[in-house]
């Protein structure tokens, strides 16, 4: 019985060692854009991706299996959508993501109105009505 209990205590001691080793960052399957360090993602409470090693949330990664880019922030493919700056800092190219609207408008089942500076856009399943540069977003059930 005391062999028993001094090899359960031996587990419970070594196993964070374990977990340690089995953790290694040379079988990851995602690498930070940023530092090119490779990394284990998970996922924070509000979605964000971060480093589960480190504890640092990680801006841009990159699945080393499928080639895609990811936004830490939201979890979306960002393939040719980033910039590098003067500063060798990642940055989204706003400049192509589509709008909402821009997408709703390359659809069939679209009709805009547009008065002066208020908008209507109206589909299958949402109204967007735009006054005063407020939007307003009612979508049908």
């Known amino acids: 019985m005391k062999k028993l209990n001094v090899v359960a205590g031996l587990l419970l001691i070594m196993s964070p060692a374990l977990v340690m080793v089995s953790c290694t960052n040379n079988d990851s399957k995602y690498k930070n854009l940023q530092t090119g360090e490779k990394v284990y993602i998970i996922q924070s409470e509000s ?21 895609d880019t990811i936004y830490g922030e939201t979890g979306e493919v960002v393939n040719n959508k980033l910039i590098k700056t003067s500063d060798d800092v990642y940055k989204l190219d706003e400049s192509k993501f589509k709008t909402e609207i821009e997408e709703m408008m390359e659809s069939d089942d679209v009709k805009i109105k547009v008065d002066g500076d208020d908008m209507k856009i109206k589909t299958d399943d949402k109204k967007i009505k735009i006054e005063d540069g407020e939007k307003k977003v009612k979508y049908d059930n």
């Open 47 to 67: 979605g964000q991706a971060i480093d589960s090693i480190s504890g640092s949330p990680v801006e841009f990664y990159v699945n080393t299996e499928t080639q």
